[in-house]
């Protein structure tokens, strides 16, 4: 393995190593190894300036010669570049003191655009970058493919910009790069085509061609997902053969009374996940399951009936929601719902002191069969006399270890966590990848479709006036705004200022409240109870109104500066209406210029209402113009692989690591054999701190 100090490469003593582990996290060889180019300069494909023509798409290097504010008419920032054919300027718009401070004469540019040539040529709003001048002489060298990496002002102090780091990494890859071990069998590598992983290295640093870059990118996105994929698929094998539940022998009549009593039909959606988390209870091993289901589309009553499978047989149940409201909603939901002699119980942080003892007591004695509450439940007094079943509402607000901490409260329980956030299937298979996953995608039938509706700002008058309407019709409405307070760094509405305006302004006569994410937890929880109750008839907000809200009333919902919401984000914030009756409405307001990716967010809005094809389209948006080596490094995110392209990747890779983990004997797992030692193999090919991260 490669996992020794990088002081054994040439050319790194301590001092180097210290900046190198302070600023970009680097230890080992291995580590250098894996720091991967930000992105390539291909340089056969750097046009002389003096051979660029108008409106043609090019990419140009030069050294900065002089660089000025001009204030003609609109303040721009211009830097003029030279790569001794010619002389090309760089215009920008705004941020002024930034592009200041970076484009000092004498640095190394390139810059990417749509040239214009009028008096002179130039490119507005270049995509740019820097690099060293290695190649010493321009124009720069043709026909290869140069590495660009990550760097900061101290390494740059320390001699690593790209050419320092170009100089190591080649140094570690010349003595090192024969201990890479593979660890994946050649069938597989073959199946696929993908490189081997000496060459998937060095490629991913020092690529012969484009494609060679992209085929070693490929590589290690294979052993990202693979790994990540036996550790997730081993775990729960593991978990399945050793943590074996009592035997389930539940009263299916609670259930079949529960459904038929309700006032509504169930969608064959949510029968038939009734039907699968049913056969989890009932089967040996503790559920662990995921239950996608777009806002509204009727998650709280499977849970509800679900839990009655446990309470058949004197188990206990309990509902964790991320906030107070939602926690309110699901006990009223639960007490209107669940037959009466069910003992239900709401505890949340604002439940008085003594209620919360005689909770905890009849929790502790069994005699509350379900538990709804907030993080109150997983404080420690919360004991249970037997928890079967926990179930986990929005479950990315909760963190990993609170997941944990419920889990202790039963033995063997089984889990379900459920979300209004569709994943889409590349990525639920990546970060799911341990848990079963069940989806409602139909809505109920009686819901009338929601009328999406875009509009430029200056029709606003129009569209307070259908409001009017509507209020007068006994509706009511959110309006939603990016932001809390004006700033002067943006042109942006705030929530603060269109309260002021509606209220003063537009709707004297009605009766108008805000929310927003300053407010306490009381305050918050107030205002909603107000609108919720049909007092408030506008409810204007940020996007702090809870995702799973359930107000059937409320109609209309209008969001503001819609160009800077995201496609998800809308979406989430359009499923607070459509839930009563009514034809509901969700109306997008935006600037007259739209960017296209804007544009292409408010058109697929307009579109479409399903949320997993949102979800799809989302990361598209975001996930395309990643070119290899591009990629933004999140914590939370892949190093190598892009869950928008990699769909295939993800499919293979997870496929090879089931047929391995499948092959492990029961009797390995049994006896307790460490199977990281027996399957090292597989370990091998681990950035182990990668995967730890990702699941984290
Ligand atoms: P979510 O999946 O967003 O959590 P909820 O469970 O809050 O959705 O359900 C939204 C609303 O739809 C609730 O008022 C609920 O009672 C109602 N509902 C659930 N299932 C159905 C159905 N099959 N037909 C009609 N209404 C339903
Ligand atoms: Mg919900």
């Known amino acids: ?28 060889v291995e580590d250098l190894l894996y ?74 540019v390139i810059f990417s655009g749509k040239i214009n040539v009028n008096r002179r040529k130039q490119i507005v709003h270049p995509d740019f970058d820097f690099f060293d ?8 060298n043709t026909g290869r493919i140069i590495p660009l990496y990550r760097s900061s002002m101290n390494l740059k102090k320390y001699g690593f910009d790209s050419r320092g780091f170009r100089r190591v990494i080649s140094n570690a890859l010349n003595v090192y790069s024969s201990n890479l071990s593979e660890f994946l069998d050649i069938d597989i590598l073959k199946k696929y085509s993908l490189p081997d992983i000496t060459r998937a290295i060095s490629g ?31 775990n729960k094998k593991i978990i399945r053969m050793k943590d074996i ?4 022998k539940p009263d299916l009549e609670f259930l079949r009374k529960f459904i038929s009593a309700l006032p509504f039909k169930l969608t064959d959606d949510q029968m038939r996940v009734i039907e699968e988390i049913k056969s989890d209870i009932i089967s040996a091993s503790p559920m662990n399951r995921l239950l996608q289901g777009d806002v509204g589309a009727g998650k709280t009553v499977v849970a509800l009936g679900t839990a009655l499978i446990h309470i058949s047989m004197n188990r206990q149940a309990a509902l964790m929601a991320p906030t ?44 509350i069969s379900l538990v709804i509450g907030t993080h109150a439940l997983i404080q420690p007094s919360v004991t249970f006399y037997n928890l079967g079943y926990i179930i986990i509402d929005e479950q990315h607000r909760f963190g990993v270890e609170q997941r944990g901490i419920m889990r202790t409260k039963g033995i063997s329980t089984d889990l379900l966590v459920m979300t209004a956030t569709p994943i889409p299937r590349s990525l639920s298979m990546t970060l799911y990848g341990d848990m079963d996953v069940s989806y409602i995608k139909q809505k109920p039938t009686d819901r009338l479709v929601i009328k999406t509706l875009a509009f430029t700002e200056d029709r606003l008058p129009g569209v307070y006036r259908s409001i009017r309407n509507y209020i007068e019709q006994g509706r009511q409405v959110y309006y939603v705004l990016p932001l809390i307070d004006e700033s002067d760094k943006t042109d942006l509405k705030s929530a603060t200022e269109t309260y002021n305006h509606l209220k003063n302004e537009i709707f004297p006569d009605k009766e108008i409240a805000l929310i927003h994410s300053r407010l306490t937890e009381k305050e918050k929880y107030e205002t909603m109870n107000r609108f919720k109750d049909g007092v408030v008839d506008i409810l204007v907000s940020t996007t702090v109104i809870e995702v799973g809200i359930d107000v059937p009333n ?97 499919v293979s890779a997870r496929q090879e690591a089931q047929s391995i983990v499948h092959k492990i004997s029961p009797e390995k797992i049994k006896t307790g054999i460490d199977i990281i030692e027996t399957e090292n193999r597989v370990f091998a090919g681990l950035r182990t701190k990668r995967i730890l991260q990702i699941l984290s």
């Open 1 to 28: 393995m490669l996992d020794i100090p990088v002081t054994a490469i040439k050319g790194i003593g301590t001092v180097k190593a210290g900046i190198l582990k302070s600023e970009a996290g680097i230890e080992t």
């Open 35 to 108: 720091y991967t180019p930000r992105r390539y300069l291909d340089r056969s494909n750097v046009k002389r300036i003096i051979d660029v023509f108008n409106e043609e798409e090019v990419t140009v290097s030069g050294t900065v010669i002089s660089s000025r504010t001009v204030r003609a008419g609109k303040m721009f920032f211009q830097v003029d570049i030279s790569d001794g054919t010619d002389i090309l300027s760089g215009i920008f718009f705004g941020g002024l003191n930034f592009f200041e401070k970076v484009f000092i004469p004498g640095e190394n």
């Open 133 to 140: 001048g290695d190649s010493n002489s321009m124009p720069v």
């Open 204 to 234: 991913i640093h020092f690529p012969d061609s484009a494609e060679h870059a992209e085929q070693s990118r490929k590589r290690l996105a294979f052993n990202e997902v693979f790994s990540l994929q036996y550790f997730l698929l081993l």
């Open 245 to 248: 539940k009592p035997a389930a």
């Open 324 to 367: 107070e409201i939602l926690a309110k909603q699901h006990y009223e939901n639960a007490s209107r719902y669940l037959p009466a002699e069910i003992k239900c119980a709401l505890l949340t942080g604002s439940t008085p002191a003594k209620e919360k003892n005689k909770i905890y007591n009849e929790l502790a004695d069994g005699s």
């Open 554 to 650: 409320a109609s209309i919902i209008v969001i503001e500066h819609a160009e800077r919401f995201g496609l998800s984000q809308l979406h989430q914030l359009r499923g607070r209406v459509g839930r009563g009756r009514h034809q509901s409405f969700c109306i997008l307001v935006h600037k007259p210029e739209l960017s296209d990716d804007a544009s292409e967010r408010i058109k697929i809005m307009a579109e479409t209402d399903d949320g997993f094809l949102i979800a799809e389209k989302d990361l598209m948006l975001r996930g395309s113009g990643q070119l290899v080596g591009t990629r933004q490094h999140g914590a939370n995110d892949f190093e190598f692989t892009d869950i928008a392209r990699d769909y295939d990747i993800i």
